[in-house]
């Protein structure tokens, strides 16, 4: 029952992305630690974007175009949503950054807390598994 608006206003509901890999990021565009990860996503949104087995979420609580802003003048291409319901009480936000990344069943295999390097090996091998697996 989670639903978002992206940058151009659409809404997006969790429910459209069900047996799909879903990688959902907790951030803020004030949060030097989200800031110092988002390169990374970059270039794992990169390799991933044409995959229609994967979703990617970047959420922020922010105003739209405070995130647009920051977006363009960093020359990022990340999908960026804003929340319109609160989101799952099962994400338990206390603090930014945290990440999750959750396979086709709605089970959340990954949940990390600060920063990461996401464009590793380790990541790709998780999220390839998670895509492979049925």
């Not at 922010?62 to 319109?84: C, N, W």
């Not at 799952?88 to 950054?97: G, K, L, Q, V, W």
């Not at 990954?110 to 998670?130: F, P, Q, Y």
Request: proline share 5%; with cysteine.
């Amino acid at each position: 029952e989670w639903k978002l608006n992206n940058s151009n206003g659409q809404l997006f509901d969790l429910k459209d992305a069900e047996g799909k890999v879903l990688l959902i990021n907790f951030w803020a565009t004030w949060c030097p630690p989200c800031i110092a990860e988002m390169p990374s996503f970059q270039t794992l949104y990169n390799n991933y974007k044409s995959d229609s087995n994967v979703v990617f979420l970047f959420i922020s609580q922010e105003e739209q175009k405070v995130v647009e802003d920051f977006m363009t003048d960093k020359d990022y291409s990340l999908p960026h949503y804003r929340p319109i319901t609160d989101y799952p009480a099962r994400f338990n936000i206390t603090s930014i950054p945290r990440t999750f990344i959750i396979d086709r069943n709605g089970n959340i295999v990954l949940d990390k807390s600060g920063v990461a390097d996401w464009d590793s090996d380790e990541m790709r091998t998780i999220i390839n598994n998670l895509i492979k697996a049925s």
